[in-house]
Structures are given as C-alpha cells and as structure tokens.
C-alpha cells in the first residue's frame, strides 16, 4: 500500500522516503522511516512504518434525512441519502463517499 524510496544511506541516521497508495495514510507523522533512531537505535534496524486504510468513522447525520448503512467506513466507502418526507436534496448528490479529508491523513465523508 506504499512506495519506499531509496534511502540516503542505509547506516545509522540513514532514512527512507514513503509514499503511500491514494486511498491511505501513514501512520507517522513524517512519511519516513529511519535507520537506529527511537527504538530501532539499540538493534540497528529500519524503525516501523505503514501505510493504513483511511477511514472516516461513523457516518454523519444529515438534517432532514436517512443516511443509509454505508458500503464500508474505509476509502471510497459510500452511503445513501434519502430525504424526509416534504424535504428536497436541492441538487446535492443523494450519495456520500468516503474520502480524504484535510490534512490528506484523515479520511471525511462528502457528497
């Protein structure tokens, strides 16, 4: 679900660059792993990284309407929107999606 770069170098201190897959996010705050830095310091070894599923939680309440049971809570997920009797969607989609929100590390639902 990601791609590694190559690494500035692979002794201590050295890093790797990651992208990851649209649709997740890493689970780092700066889209690298290091070379014997943190925990990884005592062994030598790469620290841990990956790249996880966004996901956008329970869906939201929308006022005046039925939001159906949603596909999945992960990317790309959808849901129905069904209004109440007497309401209109006026133009908006009667469906939300899953998708990622800002900063691109979160995922949020949109229509």
Known sequence: NGVLGAPSRTSFGGTVNISCATGHSANGERGEMSCGVGSAATSGAWTTFT?????????????????????????????????????????????????????????????
Do not use: E, F, M, R
Request: charged share 5%.
């Open 51 to 111: 790249c996880d599923p966004v996901d956008c939680g329970v869906t939201p309440t929308v006022a005046n309407a039925v939001v159906g049971t949603p596909s999945s809570q992960l990317y790309a997920g959808t849901a129905s929107v069904t209004c109440n009797s007497g309401y209109s969607s006026q133009g908006l989609a009667d469906t939300i999606t899953c998708g990622l929100g800002s900063p691109t590390t979160s995922g949020a639902w949109t229509s």
